[in-house]
């Protein structure tokens, strides 16, 4: 029996390369399409030629047709590869790497280190003997979803760094290092002038599809100087007096009445809730593509060595994180459409005592942490075994995400964190 056979696989969900033309059989003799001596007549060879022709000519036209898409996909812009639409940019002020990866530290819940009164109930609320177990107690949200669904960087005993690269560890250096990508050796205080640097969000309000659709609202009242609000132009909410020209963005006259008879701890510094509320409101509202939100009380706690509320408000920024997913994740213009990013301006000390303190002579105040989850985040975890994070990179990060090239545009910022860009 004569066979030319080439089978093509049965799978439909191959490569192209393993695409091949139908079966092709030659009869043997005695079949219909042969002779009396086994030889296949003309008529049979011409048949199989065809069919050979017209599979090959399928195969040419599949193969150029993956080469088109693939064209295609090469000469379409970022955003449209992207799956996220919208980003949201979350930090607190000051929050230790080390609460974050290993949960309350013992020696703190204390009278002596930490002003602690009772000691033994705050052990039982969020402490436990596995660093693990401690974390997950404190940071329900980050080690409950985040952990499962996303990214966690910067816990150094896993071979994982993020840290700050301005080499001051203190805030307005720090806010200005992550929002615009450039550790800026002039910035060396805190005192309240406009930032001569562009950061992302007033950068991406300049980009088609994002002019009017970013906002900002935060906690400390320096940040509206930091952000330069007059040149940014986007609406910022502060508690505080802003710069002149800075666009103020309207929330219910209830809440600016509680803020004003709320400034009764720190002198810029609000209690974190009203700025959980005033973030709902800007998504409910503007519905903005890009949302910067900054909270505050850990540092204030923290500089304070008051570690049960400094805990209290750590563990009240996970709940306001886990309330913030949860309200995107309901609307249909954010849900599975928007990424988040998750970090701090600047580290804290070592326990026992500079814990309570940061800035240049402390040397691990300088390393800090990130977070990321959204559609195009991998789902790997807390990482380990990673080239170090610069706090410089989340500007870049944070434009990668929605498939805009922040360091391209501003090539003195640093590139963005390729570890969290692209499942």
């Known amino acids: 029996m004569a066979h030319f056979r080439w089978r093509q696989s049965e799978n439909k969900d191959v490569p192209i390369s393993g695409l091949a033309p139908r079966a092709i059989e030659i009869p043997a003799p005695g079949g219909p399409l042969t002779g009396s001596d086994g030889v296949p007549t003309l008529q049979s060879l011409m048949t199989a030629m065809a069919t050979l022709r017209t599979a090959s000519d399928r195969c040419r036209r599949l193969r150029l047709g993956w080469c088109v898409l693939s064209l295609i996909g090469l000469l379409l812009p970022a955003q449209a ?20 990866f290993h949960g309350a530290e013992e020696i703190l819940i204390s009278k002596q280190y930490g002003q602690v009164g009772k000691t033994n109930e705050l052990k039982a609320e969020f402490w436990r003997p596995d660093p693990r177990q401690s974390r997950e107690v404190l940071f329900p949200f980050l080690w409950g979803t985040v952990a499962r669904e996303g990214q966690l960087l910067g816990n150094r005993k896993q071979g994982s760094e993020v840290r ?162 949860k309200r995107v994740q309901s609307l249909p213009q954010y849900r599975d459409k928007t990424s988040l990013v998750i970090t701090a301006d600047h580290g804290r000390g070592p326990a026992p005592v500079a814990w309570k303190n940061h800035g240049r002579e402390i ?61």
């Open 164 to 325: 700050v690269t301005n080499g001051r560890n203190f805030s307005y250096p720090g806010y200005n290092e992550f929002l615009t990508g450039i550790a800026d050796p002039k910035i060396d205080s805190n005192d309240k002038f406009l930032n001569a640097n562009t950061n992302v969000f007033e950068w991406l309000n300049t980009r088609p599809g994002y002019r009017g659709k970013v906002a900002a609202v935060v906690n400390w009242d320096v940040l509206p100087w930091i952000l330069n609000g007059p040149r940014a132009r986007f609406p910022i909410w502060s508690g505080f007096d802003v710069p002149p020209g800075t666009r103020r963005m309207a929330v219910p006259p209830a809440l600016d009445e509680m803020v004003e008879h709320s400034k009764t701890l720190w002198s810029g510094v609000l209690l974190d809730t009203f700025v959980r509320y005033g973030a709902f409101h800007a998504i409910g509202t503007i519905k903005p593509r890009a949302l910067y939100v900054s909270y505050g009380e850990t540092d204030d706690w923290a500089h304070e060595g008051h570690y049960e509320r400094y805990l209290r408000s750590a563990h009240a920024f996970d709940r306001f994180l886990g309330d913030l997913w």
């Open 363 to 423: 040397t691990d105040s300088a390393y800090l942490w990130m977070a990321v989850i959204g559609p195009d985040t991998r789902a790997l975890g807390e990482r380990h075994d990673i080239a170090m994070v610069r706090q410089s990179q989340v500007a870049a990060t944070v434009a990668a995400l929605l498939g805009e090239d922040f360091h391209g545009a501003n090539p003195r910022s640093a590139p963005p964190v390729a570890e969290v860009l692209g499942r």
């Open 81 to 100: 590869r992207n799956r996220t639409r919208n980003v949201i940019l979350v930090t607190t002020d000051g929050l230790r790497q080390e609460e974050v």
